[in-house]
Nanobody, 123 residues
Framework: EVQLVESGGGLVQAGGSLRLSCATSGFTFDDYAIGWFRQAPGKEREGVSCISSSDGSTYYADSVKGRFTISSDNAKNTVYLQMNSLKPEDTAVYYC????????????????WGQGTQVTVSS
């Protein structure tokens, strides 16, 4: 059974930092791309960042470039999202997701999703 379990969300003041974790199981980690997405109330889900577990290539949405860093620990089958200089507009439920085809992450159509973790940034 494929599982993606997010953790690390919470409440933080603007300018602060959080590190999200996505622990995965049930598939061959090195064969998949893992992405982070977020959805704020009343808004569509959007892509934040993704990483190819095979070659480490990364992608960031313009809104988070220079503030967020995605990384993976292939030994632990875990992907992290380090979020610095957080802004109130970063408030959302953050989801991790996985697919063999990184293009499906770009299309926000990955095969597997986690349950999400809430990030709230106060002003």
């Amino acid at each position: 059974e494929v599982q993606l379990v997010e953790s690390g969300g919470g409440l933080v003041q603007a300018g602060g930092s959080l590190r999200l974790s996505c622990a995965t199981s049930g598939f061959t980690f090195d064969d998949y791309a893992i992405g982070w997405f977020r959805q704020a109330p009343g808004k569509e889900r959007e892509g934040v960042s993704c990483i190819s577990s095979s070659d480490g290539s990364t992608y960031y949405a313009d809104s988070v470039k220079g503030r967020f860093t995605i990384s993976s620990d292939n030994a632990k089958n875990t992907v992290y999202l380090q979020m610095n200089s957080l802004k109130p507009e970063d408030t959302a439920v953050y989801y991790c997701a996985a697919d063999r085809d990184i293009l499906r992450l770009y299309q926000i159509l990955p095969r597997y999703w986690g349950q999400g973790t809430q990030v709230t940034v106060s002003s």
